[in-house]
């Protein structure tokens, strides 16, 4: 506002100097134009006076005088807007005489070059023309014909008073051809006319000689209005006739100033052609009877161009005085106002919850000072607010969250040390450390427990000097306060005990509040994690829970659950420390509980297995061992030897005979059921001869007498229905009856509640008991139904453990769990994963379950095998894409398997093990995997 009125003043004084500046510099002008116009007309005057009344006339015109003509070129080369000058006497002779200035002039007139003057001598009918150089002397003379008479000229026509001057209107000259006016006036005797010309060229110049500025429009008007001259280049002439004032558009202005004004100096103010002028008129009067005005439009812009130049100045002048001004205040404003800036910043800050530790500014205005300083330590304690906030969000451990909270409330406080003490629901009087922010030694917290343990039932206690003198034991701290910590079922959790080396000042006290509404927030997380790590420790609980039932579930494979977790483990940690090829391979709190998750429930599907399969020490074994359902029928026969030996001997056999008969019958008998009885256990692998020889025993025949469809299950009696029930009935020895074929219910269909792509092929039937079918396995106990059974406790696994809702980060629990049968060359089940595509944790608890199962001691259907043995089989399987090479490698390399071995394994089962002869079976296949 200060600036725009400056300006405004100094425009508007500027513009009062600017019109009083104008009407002075148009005065001024005008009286200037008038003393211009008198230098041009007495001039003029004096000349015609002048030679009229001396003897000018008298002069013989064939008698030229080279002084006389001196004289008179010299008289007209002063008076420059002069063209020439002559004379006419009543006897019709005349005398010319015109200075040479232009070449064209001369060329028209074909003078020479060096000419000054041209004389004319007119006589009647005849012209004598001379040119003279400067001093006078002739230097050419032509005599020409001429009908020219001074008495038919108006200039000499119209002069009709002895004493005045007359000018003719515009004309054309004859010789040189140009147009022009004439002044002429009589003589003395009045018996010649002395007349001088002015051509329209030199009436221009003449007329500018008056231009104000070279923007100015200077005019030369008769008095019929014609344009003489002018400054402004155009052809006068419009045809054979001059230009008017009318033809410019400005006739009108012309009369309406004449008839305002009265006196020559004044001047107005007209708009012409679109543009504001001062219009002066001044009367020309270079004859007695005829009057020249010079019509001046004077541009507004150059008359108040020095005040306009002015006002810029003032203008100028005062906005950098403005700018200067506004520097000033502005640098002692900002100066004054910065802490306000700053302030207006952390506000800002906290409204958009970007929360930054700064510095006060210092300000030079003692409530400003305060006020931020407030806002300071606002914004400080909302940052330690919300970086606990942060903090607590993030946790999942009450570990850290303590940590958090004691550093926290440190800062806040600004105190020297902070300690956090909890308990536990069984014993809420008993406190230990939890976390410490300092590096003192430890609070006693339980001695004030201990004395006043109403000090725990308030929302703040401080210290007293005894009390502290006995809680901070080595004096480290002199003053403190302690929060106790509530749950809401109001049970003391535990304290947060805060210690000051110096005197507890108001300000620590007025946070406080703060803090204990802190804590507050603080106290329900606590109590949340510590229920979510009972949940944690009741999930874990329950895993192995789970595992140590699928071990009791069979006594043979006792322990396995729990073994190869901690092989798992022991492989784990070994990969991380290792630098080469476990380099980037690390484990976080939550990936380790992931793991050991997995390896605990790798077997969980086998709670679905039947026992007797999973435990199935022969080929015969179901609930029972069918070996002896076959012994019977063997004894049966054996008595129908006997039988058929009383009978032989009854008919009248040879008792000899006949006994030998029944003694070969019953060797058979013995060495069919002997070879039977080698068969079942499957220690050796059954080669195609006694399979054969089993097929061929099969065949033999035995008579059962009694129904087998009573007494039974309705399972089993719905599968007897539709088989003959006649009795006696003839059945062989060893029997694949229809009975023996158990089909797949519907629910236990392989992709029936599968949510993955099982690979595995499932067999026609779910279990064959046919003793026959039994009988012929090759190798092992297990028929290709039963193997499937035990394979499927995998699919088992993954269908259990993929029902269960995880957490994040145990997402991948069941994959790892249930990749540990997967191989690398991908011949593995279920899904049939292949390399990476096996979660590293699959492919150690891989390395652990064989490891394991092998050197187990507790396996009904084999016996334990040496450590060096267990480990050439793996070595063997790691060369046949079975295991992960590197995972084998670190396991080896590592100690890991010796590690195990020292703690589970017997002493009749630690041999010696070379480690490189054993890398050495597998070293080709490992690298080609680098």
Known sequence: MLSGALIYVSVQHSQEISTTLSKDIVTNYAEELSVKIEKVTSPLSTLLNTLAMGQFTARDVGMPDPLWLSAMTEILEKNQYLDSMYFGKEDGSAFLFQPLHDLKIKQSLSAPVDARLMVRYYILGAQRIQFYDADMKLMKEDNIISDYDPRERIWYSDVKNNDKIYMTGPYNFSNPAQDGITFSRKTRTGDAIIGVDLTLN??????QYFEFSTNSNIFLLNTESQIMGSNQLFSLMMGKDLFTAKDLGFDQLVKEFEAENSVAQSAKTVVWQGKTWELMISPLTLADNSMLRVVN?????????????????????????????????????RRIASPLTYLTDSIENIQRFRFQRKCYQASHIQEIDKLNEAMGLMENVLLDFFNNLRNVARTSRPEELSESIVMQVKEILSADDCQLFTNTPDSRDVFTLSAKSGVTSDFNLQCLYNHNPEAFT?????????????????????????????????????????????????????????????????????????????????????VEMTATAVDVKSPYTGGHCQRVPKITKMLAKAATLDTDKFADFSLTSKSWEELLVAAWLHDCG???????????????????????????????????????????????????????????????????????????????????????????IGERTWLRTLPDDIGVSQQEAAKKRHVSKTLPIIEKILADKPEHLFIWEEKKQLQANSKRDFKMVQPEYRYNRGELHNLMIKSG??????????NDHIVQTYLMLDQLPYPDHLKNVPLIAGSHHEKMNGQGYPLQLKGEEIPIGGRMIAVADVFEALTACDRPYKAAKTLSHSLKIMAFMVKDEHLDGHVFDLFLTQGVYQEYADEFLKVEQLDFVDVDALRAVYKDGLLKTN
């Open 781 to 790: 106990t297990l028929t290709p139904e039963e193997r499937y059974n035990i």
């Open 458 to 542: 308030e929302s703040i206690y401080e210290l007293t000097v005894n009390e502290a003198r006995h809680i901070f034991t080595d004096m480290s701290c002199h003053s403190g306060f302690i929060i106790p910590l509530f749950n809401r079922n109001n049970d003391n959790t535990g304290a947060l005990l805060i210690g000051f080396n110096l005197d507890i000042t108001d300000d620590t006290r007025n946070r406080l509040r703060f803090v204990r509404e802190f804590i507050g927030f603080n106290e329900i997380v606590l109590e949340h994690l510590e229920k979510v790590e009972a949940q944690r420790n009741l999930f874990h609980s329950f």
């Open 606 to 696: 086998k709670v679905t297995t039947p026992d007797y399969v999973m435990d199935k020490a022969t080929k015969l074994e179901t609930i029972y061992d069918r070996i002896h359902e076959i012994r019977m029928r063997y004894e049966v026969l054996k008595r129908d030897a006997e039988v058929v030996y009383w009978q032989s001997i009854a008919e009248g056999m040879n008792e000899a005979q006949a006994q030998q008969s029944c003694d070969s019958l019953k060797q058979e008998l013995d060495e069919e059921f002997a070879f039977i009885a080698s068969c079942n256990p499957g220690c050796e692998f059954l080669d195609p001869e006694k399979q054969q020889r089993l097929a061929e």
């Open 297 to 333: 439009f004077v541009s507004h812009d150059d008359l108040f161009e020095a005040s306009s130049s002015l006002r810029n100045d003032l203008i100028i002048i005062s906005i950098i005085s403005v700018i200067i001004s506004f520097i000033i205040v502005l640098y002692i404003a």
């Open 202 to 207: 030199k009436l221009t110049k003449l007329v």
